[in-house]
């Protein structure tokens, strides 16, 4: 299982980095997680580089207009993609402008992590403890509480 996380834009603020770092390494025993930045410019141009860096993962694209699951409900995702044998996956978390409907509609899942808009950085993070706090659960470890 390898999750390639796409982001625009390098984090800028300390706590984020501090953050992303963190549930980087807590993930490395479920999974290999590779982040990488892509540079920030027009929405079209972003989009273009996130489905290129993606082509043949399952993609996961956040957005605001996305499904909203419970942990245990991303699990049971995460577990039923494992069934499945998708070895790459791959989460596209846009630029400021979001994504374009090219984007959304080669996505194989659109993941909504809240109604509120989220800064990209944070939504970043948040990702990366969602994933994390799926392992456990799918795990029985006593991260997840109910």
């Known amino acids: 299982m390898r999750w390639n996380i796409f982001a625009i ?3 800028k603020l300390d ?3 501090l953050g992303i770092d963190e549930y980087a390494a807590r993930l490395k025993p479920f999974a290999t997680v590779r982040i990488e930045y892509l540079k920030a410019a027009t929405r079209a141009d972003e989009s ?11 993609r996961v694209v956040l957005d605001e207009r996305g499904d909203h699951v419970t ?4 699990a049971k995702k995460i577990d039923a993609w494992e069934q499945r044998g998708p070895r790459d996956f791959a989460v596209l ?3 400021a402008d979001g994504h374009t409907d090219e984007l959304r509609q ?4 659109t993941w909504s992590l809240s109604k509120l808009t989220l800064q990209h950085e944070l939504a970043l993070v948040v990702t990366l403890e969602q994933i994390y706090r799926a392992y456990t659960i799918k795990g029985g470890l006593p991260y997840h509480r109910d």
């Open 9 to 11: 834009g390098k984090p």
């Open 15 to 17: 706590f984020a980095r």
């Open 48 to 58: 273009r580089a996130l489905l290129e860096r993606s082509d043949g993962m399952l």
């Open 71 to 74: 942990s245990r409900g991303l």
């Open 93 to 95: 978390i846009g630029g």
């Open 106 to 109: 080669a996505a194989d899942w």
